[in-house]
């Protein structure tokens, strides 16, 4: 984490399409990751965070697509020279599981790590970015699962809540939807006690709203006795 003129600098993004089928343009999305994981590495940030797109130039999710092994197996290796990248800079890119995206859930996270067994290659871990229509109804298991099958290489938390409206979910602030986060902030206190956590989907209007909900339900817990 870089101090920047009194702020905290946690992660630095570049949420590009690393899973554009396009040569010449994953190159240069290739080339915008290196140069973020070197310029992070410049500020002293450690992270750089991101997303795991979509097979096809314009970032369209497409589900039976994105869930195909071919779409798997091209993420793996535009992804091969940006954790090189990481690697040689000494910089984390973390990427970030999305239910829409390539790599939608937890197993599909673990795949890829466990493709390359490097160290700067982790997790952001954002709860309602693993929710479906689909799977919505079972979401404290879908967290439960991320936790235990990637808990030890999450590196930052994104905290969001989330509302269902008809078939879709839409994102809101913390506090403002259905979200359970007994057992998120459980394992960011007692496995990840220093770890980054950013708000999403936050106004200016009402993040500070959120950021009491969450130091609320945190003094809960401890008070309940964390485990």
């Not at 929710?131 to 905290?159: M, Q, T, Y």
Request: net charge negative.
């Amino acid at each position: 984490m870089c101090q920047f003129q009194g702020l905290s600098l946690a992660v630095l993004g570049c949420y590009l399409n690393l899973g554009n089928p396009d040569a010449a343009e994953q190159k240069a999305i290739q080339e915008r990751y290196t140069a973020h994981l070197r310029f992070a590495s410049y500020l002293g940030m450690g992270v750089v965070g991101t997303e795991t797109g979509c097979p096809n130039r314009t970032y369209t999710p497409d589900r039976e697509a994105c869930r195909s092994e071919d779409a798997l197996e091209h993420f793996l290796n535009n992804l091969r020279p940006v954790v090189k990248s990481a690697e040689k800079f000494g910089t984390v890119l973390a990427i970030e599981p999305v239910a829409s995206h390539i790599v939608w859930n937890a197993q599909r996270a673990r795949t890829v790590l466990d493709s390359f067994h490097s160290p700067n290659l982790q997790i952001i871990l954002d709860p309602v970015n693993l929710l479906d229509a689909e799977n919505e109804s079972r979401a404290d298991e879908v967290f439960e699962e991320a936790i235990d099958l990637l808990g030890k290489d999450v590196c930052v938390l994104h905290l969001k809540d989330y509302v269902v409206e008809g078939k879709k979910l839409r994102s809101v602030g913390c506090g403002k939807g259905k979200m359970n986060y007994d057992r998120i902030l459980r394992f960011a206190l007692t496995q990840k006690p220093c770890i980054q956590a950013t708000l999403e989907n936050t106004t200016p209007e009402d993040a500070a709203s959120c950021r009491q909900f969450l130091e609320t339900k945190i003094a809960d817990l401890t008070e309940r006795g964390v485990s």
